[in-house]
């Protein structure tokens, strides 16, 4: 089996891949203060509940966008599986071309989703990626990087208006939010809600006037689910996107080795 980890600020995604079958996806809290030996505990029982024993994982990949983690995770994966994980950074096989000033400089997530849309989907594309920040990746129609934008997250937005107002609270998004809210959280839920959607909708309107071309859509990320289905435009939310994008990149690197 393939384990296959992506880090990012606000949790650890793990998904085992057995062949082309993703087999488990699991989330746990990024936390840079956990020693290899804390993460390796959590690592073991966290995918012993998923059947994933030492015996089981044969190859392990990882992409972070939180680098103090990303040593500390590789240490605790050889320590319980005895791999020795791949890490996605500059100078790996990926198969993807940057169209950007400085293309070490993209993040590891963005490459991942790039490459998980450029095997799967119909070029040109734009991908939604709502995590700890929302970011919009465009892939032109040979599927080269040509850029991406970056604003604060859906949730980094909420904490910020409950933080910083004295009489908002922090509420939850997992209700089917109403357009013209008549207390409070209702209001709350629908400017975040829609908000974003309409934000997602305008951004796809600008990219696609500013390029002369429709793009294929696709979404992912822990709160794709909430906002995208909101949006007006046609988006195929697909939640193991990055994970996808790990497999295809980690068989690129074995082929190499060969």
Same mark, same amino acid.
């Given at each position: ?19 082309? /079958? ?32 030492? $015996? ?25 599986? /005895? ?6 950074? &500059? ?11 400085? &293309? ?19 070029? &040109? ?15 032109? /129609? ?24 004295? $009489?908002? &609270? $922090? ?82 690197? $074995?082929?190499?080795?060969?």
């Amino acid at each position: 089996m393939l384990l296959v980890v992506d880090i990012g600020n606000t949790h650890i995604v793990l998904g085992g891949y057995d062949g082309d /079958e993703l087999k488990f996806v699991s989330r746990i809290s990024t936390n840079m203060r956990k020693t290899v030996d804390e993460y390796a505990s959590k690592l073991r029982s966290v995918l012993t509940l998923h059947g994933a024993s030492s $015996q089981t994982i044969d190859g392990c990949i990882i992409s972070s966008v939180v680098p103090p983690i990303s040593a500390t995770m590789k240490e605790a994966i050889k320590l319980v599986y /005895e791999v020795d994980p791949i890490i996605v950074s &500059p100078g790996i096989k990926t198969g993807l071309n940057l169209y950007v000033d400085n &293309p070490a400089s993209v993040g590891a997530d963005l490459i991942c989703a790039s490459v998980g849309a450029k095997t799967r989907y119909k070029m &040109p594309a734009a991908i939604i990626d709502m995590g700890t920040a929302t970011k919009i990746i465009i892939l032109d /129609e040979s599927g080269t990087f040509i850029g991406v934008t970056i604003s604060p997250g859906v949730e980094i937005g909420l904490k910020a208006l409950s933080g910083g107002t004295a $009489q908002l &609270p $922090q509420i939850d998004l997992s209700e089917k939010p109403v357009l013209i809210g008549k207390n409070t959280i209702e209001c709350m839920r629908s400017g975040v809600v829609f908000g974003s959607a309409a934000m997602i909708d305008g951004m796809i309107d600008r990219f696609e006037a500013e390029l002369g071309v429709s793009l294929t859509k696709i979404a992912t990320g822990g709160l794709a689910g909430v906002i995208i289905p909101n949006c007006k435009h046609k988006i195929e939310i697909n939640p193991s996107l990055v994970l996808e994008g790990l497999k295809i990149i980690y068989e690129k690197n $074995q082929k190499t080795k060969k």
